[in-house]
């Protein structure tokens, strides 16, 4: 069974918005560190934003921050991310991960748990 799952995936103009849905398996996964991350073609797989359940802190990366946002809905086991001012840059890959440590870490190798990705294309 698939730990987590996304969806919401599709294309956006440049300038437009998408929301990613990672669903995760059972309540127990749901309350990990979640993050998503992102790999464009011939790229390495990069840190997006995370969220921790505890405390609801949040990170973003540098190129996200104020353009993007990441939240949870406890209730439905579920994190989203709300991506506007989308930029054809943002092209990629986008990947939900968990990381049962309950650890705000932003390297992919941290994170035991990923979902099989939803692809997100912005054109100009």
């Known amino acids: 069974q698939a730990q987590l799952v996304e969806s919401g995936g599709g294309l956006a103009q440049a300038g437009g918005s998408l929301r990613l849905s990672c669903a995760a398996a059972?309540?127990?996964?749901?309350?990990?560190?979640m993050a998503w991350f992102r790999q464009a073609p011939g790229k390495e797989r990069d840190f997006v934003a995370l969220s921790l359940w505890s405390s609801g802190i949040t990170q973003y990366a540098d190129s996200v921050k104020g353009r993007f946002a990441i939240s949870r809905d406890n209730a439905k086991n579920t994190v989203y991310l709300q991506m506007n001012s989308l930029k054809p840059e943002d092209t990629a890959i986008y990947y939900c991960?968990?990381?049962?440590?309950?650890?705000?870490?932003?390297?992919?190798?941290?994170?035991?748990?990923w979902g099989r990705g939803t692809q997100v294309t912005v054109s100009s």
């Open positions: 991960a968990a990381d049962s440590q309950r650890r705000s870490l932003t390297a992919p190798r941290n994170y035991d748990y």
């Open positions: 059972t309540r127990t996964v749901s309350t990990y560190t």
